[in-house]
C-alpha cells in the first residue's frame, strides 16, 4: 500500500516562502505535485523523476523548486515569492510507470493535501 503524507502547508504573506513535505512509501519513477484552487480544476505544478528531472508548470516557474531525498523518502516543494494566486490545496502524488508530465491522469496514488494561503 503506498503513502505519501503531505505537511509544511500554511498561511503567509505575498512574497513568502513556504517548503511543502511528501513522505512516501516505497520508490516511483515519478513524482509530482499538483494544486487545486476553489472552484478550479487540479493542475500540476513540478514533476521530478527518478533522475532528477524536473519540469514546472509556466506559472511558477523561477519561483518553485522541487527536489527529493530518497534516503528520507521525501519529496519537497520549496516555494518563494508567493503570490495570492498560488493560494490552493497542495497534493503529491506518484506514478509508477516510465512517463511523466503534469497532467493528473498518469498518477495513481494520491496524499491528502495540505493547504496554502497567500495574502496580498
Known amino acids: 500500500q503506498v503513502q505519501l503524507v503531505e505537511s509544511g502547508g500554511g498561511s503567509v504573506q505575498a512574497g513568502g516562502s513556504l517548503r511543502l513535505s511528501c513522505a512516501a512509501s516505497g520508490t516511483h519513477y515519478c513524482m509530482g505535485w499538483f494544486r487545486q484552487a476553489p472552484e478550479k480544476e487540479r493542475e500540476g505544478v513540478a514533476y521530478?523523476?527518478?533522475?532528477?528531472?524536473?519540469r514546472y508548470a509556466d506559472s511558477v516557474k523561477g519561483r518553485f523548486t522541487i527536489s527529493k531525498d530518497n534516503a528520507k523518502s521525501t519529496l519537497y516543494l520549496q516555494m518563494n515569492s508567493l503570490k495570492p494566486e498560488d493560494t490552493a490545496m497542495y497534493s503529491c502524488a506518484a506514478a509508477g510507470g516510465a512517463v511523466c508530465s503534469l497532467s493528473t491522469l498518469l498518477y495513481e496514488y494520491w496524499g491528502q493535501g495540505t493547504q496554502v494561503t497567500v495574502s496580498s
Open positions: 521530478i523523476t527518478s533522475g532528477n528531472t524536473t
